[in-house]
Structures are given as C-alpha cells and as structure tokens.
C-alpha cells in the first residue's frame, strides 16, 4: 500500500510556542490530505482538509488561525499549531490516498505534550 | 453527518477465541475501511472494504451495503491482536471514524 509519513512522532513544546507537523505521502502524490485529532481514548475527529495549491477547508470549531495548515506541494501537508496552550495537547495523525474514494493510509501521527 | 457505530465498546477475550466486531452506519457510503490501531497509536490499515467479503490470514471481513454493516470477524486470537479496531467510512470526502472496539486478548 501507500506510505505516508509523519514527522516528529512525538513532541513537547512550551506553552506559547509554535509547533509545525509534517505530513509526507513517499510514494505517491496527494492533492488531498486530511489532519485529524484523537484525544486518549477517544475516536479520531476531523479537523480539516488540505488541498494542494489552495486554503484549506476547516471543519466547524476548529480555528483556523490555531491551527494553520499548508499544502504546497504534492507530497506534503504541515500542520502548524501556533500560540500552544495545554488544551491543545493531543495526538495529531494525518491521511492521504490515491484519490476519490480509495483506500486512505494514515502516518505514524504525532503526540503534541504542551507544557 | 453520516453516524458510525460500533459494537462491542470492549472486549475480552482468552487466547484461541474467536470475535466478530460490527460495524453500523447510518447512510450510503463510498468507501468503508477497518483499521488497528496499536500501542504506539498507528493506525494499521486491515482491510477497504466497501462492499463484499475479504479475508486476510486470521481476520476477515464482510460490509452489506445495502443494510449499512460491516462485520469484522478474528479467528484464534492472540495476545498481539490487543488494541483498538475502528470502522471509518466515507460519505463525502472524508473518512467518518465510529468509536473504536477495544479488544484485550489474554493469554
């Protein structure tokens, strides 16, 4: 199948600060991509969907100016998360796939501790 | 939006059991995915599955389309088999997760 990689797997930042995840599909390329959150134990909810070459489209609650998203080429997404506060700590996994409705992959996701 | 539901919540199981995890969803869907998720929080893709039946070693699956379901079947589990199973759909653009069955396999 795909792969999709995501980078740092883990991080712990100071509250206040800026932290930027990268999401990489190594063997294909992805006009579309989708960033997720899953806090502990719980399902995994869509935050937004990053499209190549244009803004993103954001689901409803999420801020945008929070969580900044850019798609500036065709295998990779980076998902900044400005200003962090604790509330923000979470566990941040992204997805891409062929395109349509085929087979999506995830990468490894990233645990954000902000302290 | 499209709702996912998933059954059992928890599971228990002695190793060499059998399971059947299910999967409900409240609309026509495009595409119908089965993941693990592991320890380390990966999610691990099992099997697209929009509609049929497929089988991969131990685990095999079956989505009914036409009665919005899709069943997750493990065969002598074991011990590694331990995680989190989620059912995702998709009835726009986007993978739709229910809340997962968490599975404990004991030896």
């Known amino acids: 199948g795909a792969v999709v990689s995501q980078h740092p797997s883990r991080v712990i930042c100071k509250s206040g600060t800026s932290v930027k995840i990268e999401c990489r599909s190594l063997?294909?390329?992805?006009?579309?991509m989708f960033w997720y959150r899953q806090f502990p134990k719980k399902s995994l909810m869509l935050m937004a969907t990053?499209?190549?070459?244009?803004?993103?489209?954001?689901e409803q609650g999420v801020e945008k100016d929070k969580f900044l998203i850019n798609h500036a080429s065709l295998t990779l997404s980076t998902l900044t998360v400005t200003s962090a506060h604790p509330e923000d700590s979470s566990f941040y996994i992204c997805?891409?796939?062929?395109?349509?409705?085929?087979?999506?992959?995830f990468g490894q996701g990233t645990r954000l501790t902000v302290v | 939006g499209i709702q996912v539901e998933q059954s059992p919540p928890d599971l228990i199981l002695q190793e060499g059991a059998n399971s059947t995890l299910r999967c409900n969803f409240s609309?026509?869907?495009?595409?119908l995915q089965w993941f693990h998720q592991n320890p380390w929080g990966q999610l691990i893709n099992l099997f697209y599955i929009p509609s049929g039946t497929k089988q991969n070693g131990r685990l095999s699956a079956t989505t009914v389309a036409t009665e919005r379901y899709s069943l997750l079947y493990i065969s002598s589990s074991q011990t590694t088999d331990s995680g989190v199973y989620f059912c995702a759909v998709v009835a726009g653009y986007a993978l739709n997760f229910g809340k997962g069955t968490s599975l404990l396999v004991t030896p």
């Open positions: 990053s499209n190549e070459g244009s803004k993103a489209t954001y």
């Open positions: 997805s891409a796939s062929l395109g349509g409705n085929t087979e999506a992959f």
């Open positions: 609309d026509s869907v495009n595409n």
């Open positions: 063997d294909f390329q992805a006009t579309t």
